[in-house]
């Protein structure tokens, strides 16, 4: 629950950055809610990377497969409903149940990333 940002969002943060922090590497970490832009939003942001001379210093990585249907159904019941006294525990037990996967991807990408000077853009 202390986490930023944890079933708090709306829809008005949807395709909007934050910075969430700064990795043990020194990368910072961003975060995207692209909603259904799918791999549109990606390729829109690799492009501008490219167009900046910046493409080495960007990873995309997509989180959504690590989003199970508790996630989505508690986050839709309490954000989208605003019913956060029935969403909200569903959200939170899903998101348990999901742990092991999203630290697995985490870990996944800070391999991809130990080799290189990226900046991480977790999607």
């Not at 700064?22 to 692209?34: N, R």
């Not at 501008?48 to 159904?73: F, H, P, T, Y």
């Not at 029935?86 to 092991?100: C, E, I, M, N, Y």
Request: a positive charge; aromatic letters at 10%; one cysteine or more.
């Amino acid at each position: 629950m202390e986490i930023p940002y944890f079933d708090k969002t709306s829809d008005a943060d949807f395709g909007s950055i934050r910075y969430m922090g700064t990795d043990e590497f020194g990368h910072d970490v961003y975060v995207l809610g692209k909603k259904s832009m799918g791999n549109r939003y990606s390729a829109i942001l690799m492009g501008v990377a490219e167009i900046l001379g910046s493409q080495d210093q960007l990873m995309v990585v997509n989180c959504m497969d690590r989003v199970n249907w508790s996630m989505k159904i508690g986050g839709f019941t309490s954000r989208r409903l605003r019913l956060v006294l029935l969403g909200r525990p569903v959200v939170t037990w899903g998101t348990q149940k999901a742990f092991s996967q999203l630290v697995n991807l985490v870990e996944i990408t800070r391999l991809k990333v130990m080799g290189n000077d990226y900046k991480i853009q977790a999607t």
